[in-house]
């Protein structure tokens, strides 16, 4: 398949997902897309489901507040690499039920790549 990532509908008839896997994304968006990518994410998993998620840990870490966004929205955090590595991995799972917030408006995207520095 190739589709816009960027695109909620691009996922239509996929979800929810055991595994949904969002590498080489949160480096590369603004927060507000991150914090929008995350809460997408976070309604994507079936129950007992995992994100498996990247970010750097360039300044500013981004990292602590992400596994904060997925734990607000009912994720455990199962794994998250150590602070002094370069790269934040992350694991969070739903280990209960999604929480019943809106998705996105027809057509919204979830994130738009920046233009490299």
Same mark, same amino acid.
């Given at each position: 398949?190739?589709? @816009?990532?960027?695109?909620?509908?691009?996922? *239509?008839?996929?979800?929810?997902? @055991?595994?949904?896997?969002?590498?080489?994304?949160?480096?590369?968006?603004?927060?507000? @897309?991150?914090?929008?990518?995350?809460?997408?994410?976070?309604? /994507?998993?079936?129950?007992?489901?995992?994100?498996?998620?990247?970010?750097?840990?360039?300044?500013? @870490?981004?990292?602590?507040?992400?596994?904060?966004?997925?734990? *607000?929205?009912?994720?455990?955090?199962?794994?998250? /690499?150590?602070?002094? /590595?370069?790269?934040?991995?992350?694991?969070?799972?739903?280990?209960?039920?999604?929480?019943?917030?809106?998705?996105?408006?027809?057509?919204?995207?979830?994130?738009?790549?920046?233009?490299?520095?």
């Amino acid at each position: 398949m190739t589709a @816009d990532a960027g695109l909620p509908g691009a996922y *239509e008839g996929m979800l929810p997902a @055991d595994l949904v896997l969002v590498c080489g994304v949160f480096g590369n968006i603004t927060d507000e @897309d991150v914090e929008r990518t995350v809460d997408f994410c976070a309604r /994507s998993c079936a129950p007992g489901g995992a994100v498996l998620w990247t970010r750097h840990r360039f300044a500013p @870490d981004l990292v602590p507040q992400i596994c904060t966004w997925f734990e *607000e929205r009912g994720l455990t955090r199962e794994w998250l /690499s150590a602070p002094e /590595s370069e790269f934040g991995v992350g694991v969070h799972r739903l280990t209960g039920h999604p929480t019943e917030r809106p998705g996105p408006a027809p057509g919204e995207r979830l994130f738009t790549f920046l233009e490299p520095a």
